[in-house]
């Protein structure tokens, strides 16, 4: 495992057995991050720091959470001869009832993966007899991106350009995590969103439910420093917010990036795969905007609650079970063959633990 890690590890695992010792018991640890949940399981680091630490993985996974009324809305959309559907490729193969992006794309509909929003703008440009539709999926980190040329295509007049937003912001999210049973010590939080948000952003949270939190990076050893951290601040009964990444992420975030998601959208209730409606915990382009919203361009029907059936990537993405414990997981479900999107996505908690064990 030492040699899969390809650093020495003992100092943090040291750490960690310590801190352990003074709690008690072992610890149950949150990665909320997908990014994190796909770097302890290519690293092994589930295994090393056993029994004394249990690794749960959470809902930041920006595909994962989605919710299905968005998939099957865009399905729907796809279908329109007149529209090219953008998005990311990790979202095209996410399954719908009884479709996809992917499958819709394979019977001649116009879906296409870009790397960035600004790569569907562009191709609005390009083509000006199609109607180009960005699917905006992700949380804070993406979010001013998408800001920044929504707010230039409506600065440019853009006719044939809009989006589907459905960004969502972590910190509700953890806390309807705590409300909805999960047994928690503490949370590893995303390095890239609290690039953004800033450590602080966590901080009444952890006060709230006396939860540490820990902003951590993504290579093994900032993982396993993150880790030692944690431990070491639940052993001490210090709940608060704290820094592992700090070549990155400072205690007010990144004022200039919020600025500009602040210009293009405003927080609203927003649903999510799994977790239901949470308050205040989505974005939605403000009413200056609304123009380029694609849900209100081609009055998209408001669909009813919509879940897949035997597919239990709700109860993994709110850590009430691990991934295994799915009675369809590396069975009727594979990332050849997803049932639900956590097999589908390269941050999928499902696929990270098919693919590394």
């Known amino acids: 495992m030492m040699?899969?890690?390809?650093?020495d590890a003992?100092?943090?695992?040291?750490?960690?057995?310590?801190?352990?010792?003074?709690?008690?018991?072992?610890a149950r640890v949150m990665e909320v991050c997908g990014t994190h949940t796909t770097a302890v399981a290519r690293a092994g680091l589930r295994s090393l720091l056993a029994p004394d630490v249990e690794l749960v993985s959470g809902p930041g996974c920006p595909v994962c959470v989605t919710p299905q009324r968005d998939v099957e809305r865009m399905i729907l959309l796809a279908r329109d001869p007149r529209v090219a559907v953008c998005t990311f490729g990790d979202m095209i193969r996410v399954p719908g009832v009884e479709s996809s992006l992917e499958q819709e794309r394979a019977a001649g509909a116009d879906v296409r993966i870009v790397y960035s929003p600004r790569d569907a703008l562009d191709l609005a440009a390009r083509?000006?007899?199609?109607?180009?539709?960005?699917?905006?999926?992700g949380f804070e980190t993406t979010a001013p991106a998408t800001a920044a040329v929504a707010l230039d295509a409506f600065e440019r007049g853009a006719p044939n350009f809009s989006l589907y937003v459905s960004h969502k912001l972590i910190p509700p999210a953890m806390e309807a995590v705590l409300e909805g049973g999960s047994r928690l010590d503490g949370?590893?939080?995303?390095g890239h969103v609290s690039v953004i948000i800033g450590s602080q952003a966590y901080e009444s949270l952890a006060r709230k439910y006396a939860i540490p939190c820990v902003a951590t990076g993504f290579e093994p050893p900032d993982v396993l420093e993150g880790i030692a951290m944690l431990?070491?601040?639940?052993?001490?009964?210090?709940?608060?917010?704290?820094?592992?990444?700090?070549?990155?992420?400072?205690?007010e975030g990144n004022p200039r990036a919020r600025e500009i998601a602040d210009r293009a959208y405003e927080i609203c209730d927003a649903e999510w795969r799994g977790l239901g409606v949470i308050p205040r915990s989505g974005l939605r382009l403000r009413p200056e905007l609304?123009?380029?919203?694609?849900?209100?361009?081609?009055?998209?029907?408001?669909?009813?609650?919509?879940?897949?059936?035997?597919?239990?990537?709700?109860?993994?993405l709110k850590g009430l079970i691990h991934p295994p414990e799915c009675p369809q997981f590396g069975?009727?479900?594979?990332?050849?063959?997803?049932?639900?999107?956590?097999?589908?996505?390269t941050e999928g908690s499902c696929a990270a633990r098919y693919r590394y064990g």
Do not use: H, W
């Open 3 to 7: 040699r899969r890690i390809g650093f």
């Open 10 to 26: 003992k100092e943090y695992t040291d750490r960690v057995c310590d801190a352990v010792k003074r709690i008690g018991r072992p």
């Open 127 to 137: 083509e000006p007899s199609r109607e180009v539709v960005f699917l905006a999926v």
């Open 231 to 251: 431990v070491e601040t639940i052993a001490e009964k210090n709940a608060g917010s704290f820094i592992q990444y700090r070549r990155a992420v400072k205690p």
């Open 187 to 190: 949370f590893l939080t995303p």
């Open 331 to 345: 069975g009727v479900c594979t990332p050849r063959n997803p049932v639900g999107p956590c097999m589908v996505s």
């Open 290 to 316: 609304r123009r380029l919203d694609a849900a209100e361009r081609f009055s998209l029907p408001d669909l009813p609650p919509i879940e897949i059936p035997g597919c239990l990537c709700g109860q993994v």
